[in-house]
């Protein structure tokens, strides 16, 4: 029972669709321990998912992407999600983790996948660490507050990314949508529109900070630029 396990936080695991764990605890001299955390989410794209949401650079040490910092690594490959724990850091325990890390990386044979809306993102000026995949509009909010509803239709069956793109002011978000089909898509830039930006005109719209926001469909696809400097960088940026 992934509750009883992490307590609070089983909810993100699960909307990435959190599928087995395998829990194991190694102990040195003294009480001190070294856990590892290996998390089968069923799918690269879940696993990419769930390790973009939490990291705050990246490393590239091991696995298709990782963090170390303070005595905890994450990686993530193919479909598996890993974490291991050795706390507080010391030198050896840090090598240690960092040796476990990459053994268990070699153990999984294949690469996976990453969600293909990734491939969408412009790459100019973007920042790598900032990419965020998911599929539930409360991570979504939790990096970028939109609304309290889910205005923008996201389930399961839509992939969405958000990102930062570097400005000589405060970054540019970027989202883009992926949606089953483009009748959904339409359906969620009507939402949005009436929810977010009632006053849009050809849906982009200056709001009172003065950044301006916009939005474009195109077929199955949704694209929401957030805190552009000017109407034309919004419009570039979609």
């Known amino acids: 029972n992934l509750y009883d396990y992490i307590d ?4 993100l695991y699960i909307s990435y669709n959190f599928r087995k764990l395998l829990a194991v605890r190694y102990k040195g001299a ?13 799918s690269s794209f879940d696993a990419y998912g769930l390790f973009s ?5 990246e490393d590239g040490l ?3 992407g990782s963090e170390y910092n303070a005595g905890l690594l994450a990686f993530w490959k193919d479909r ?3 974490s291991i724990l050795a706390y507080p850091e010391t030198e050896a325990k840090k090598e ?19 969600p293909p809306v990734i491939s969408l993102l412009p790459k100019p000026n973007l920042i790598p660490e900032s990419v965020r995949y998911f599929h539930h509009y409360i991570w979504l909010n939790s990096h970028f507050f939109i609304a309290n509803e889910n205005i923008l239709l996201i389930d399961n069956e839509t992939q969405a990314v958000l990102a ?3 400005t000589d002011d405060k970054p540019v978000h970027l989202l883009i949508a992926l949606y089953p089909d483009g009748a959904k898509a339409k359906e969620a830039e009507r939402s949005f529109l009436r929810n977010y930006l009632p006053d849009a005109r050809e849906g982009i719209s200056r709001l009172p900070d003065g950044r301006w926001t916009g939005c474009r469909v195109e077929g199955n696809r949704l694209s929401i630029v957030f805190n552009a400097p000017s109407q034309f960088a ?3 940026y979609l």
């Not at 949401?53 to 650079?57: F, K, L």
């Not at 240690?96 to 990453?114: F, K, M, Q, S, Y």
């Open 164 to 166: 930062k793109y570097k």
């Open 8 to 11: 609070g936080g089983a909810e």
């Open 62 to 64: 091991m696995g298709q």
């Open 234 to 236: 919004a419009g570039s």
């Open 96 to 114: 240690t983790v960092l040796r476990l890390g990459r053994a268990l990386a070699d153990a999984v044979p294949e690469e996976g996948d990453l």
């Open 30 to 42: 003294g009480e001190e321990e070294i856990i590892i955390d290996i998390f089968d989410m069923g």
């Open 80 to 82: 598996y999600y890993v």
């Open 53 to 57: 949401h939490g990291r705050e650079r």
